[in-house]
């Protein structure tokens, strides 16, 4: 029996996901009801603050936009699966920024996956060709993480507790940036940063 999304949330196969409309109600009516935020105490941050390299900012936009994704998206998969370390090496051997697999890189003609912009270039291909096949965010995330045979033998997000963990954390920093950073590129939020518009994002908090 399917449990009761919590307010603020929503059930996507399977998965509790945060909701970003129905919270931004929520904290709006607790606003203006006096609440003040500002008086929580303080807890340890949950993301790290956004980078603020110029470089491998502008690649998430433009290879994003090139395939028709969100680079918000984008930026919270490889922030998930390397930290933006271009030198990345998985205990299962995936490889570079986006984390990219060597029977994959064969798949998608990648020959330097420690080369940010071929890594990143070919990451997003990868993702593209997920969504195109599934349909849906959390879909393609499963997929890149555990294998679109897993998805497609299961109907849905594996019941694997890593690809369940490593699609809440994706989609949960996608959510965030969306609301931090709305109707924006990676390339905006640099500009901003480094002009000073807006504050580090350490404080971010669910």
């Known amino acids: 029996m399917a449990s009761v999304p919590a307010s603020g949330a ?17 904290d709006k009516m607790l606003r203006e009801a006096g ?14 603050e956004v ?7 502008g690649l998430v936009n433009n290879h994003s936009k090139k395939n028709g994704l969100d680079p918000r998206l984008v930026y919270a998969l490889i922030e998930q699966e390397s930290r933006f370390n271009p030198c990345a090496v998985s205990p299962k051997g995936a490889q570079g920024l986006m984390q990219i ?8 003609g990648l020959t330097e996956p420690f080369d940010p912009e071929r890594n990143i270039a070919a990451g997003t291909r ?13 879909m393609a995330l499963a997929a890149y993480n555990a294998g ?11 019941p694997y507790d890593e690809t369940k963990d490593y699609v809440l954390k994706v989609v949960d920093r996608y959510f965030m940036l ?11 939020i640099h500009q901003k940063l480094a002009a000073g518009d807006l504050p580090p994002a350490k404080s971010e908090k669910p």
Not at 129 to 134: E, P, R, T
Not at 150 to 156: I, L
Not at 178 to 188: F, M, Q
């Open 35 to 48: 609440h003040k935020f500002n008086d929580k105490k303080g807890v340890g941050c949950k993301y790290p």
């Open 101 to 108: 697999m060597p029977d994959t890189q064969k798949l998608l």
């Open 10 to 26: 929503t059930e996507i196969h399977g998965l509790i996901l945060p909701d970003p409309v129905a919270a931004g109600r929520r």
């Open 148 to 158: 679109p045979g897993a998805v497609a033998k299961h109907g849905g997000v594996p």
């Open 126 to 138: 990868y993702l593209r060709s997920m969504l195109d096949k599934f349909q849906t965010e959390v």
């Open 178 to 188: 969306r609301l931090r950073y709305p109707d924006e590129g990676i390339g905006v």
């Open 51 to 57: 980078i603020v390299d110029a470089k491998l900012l």
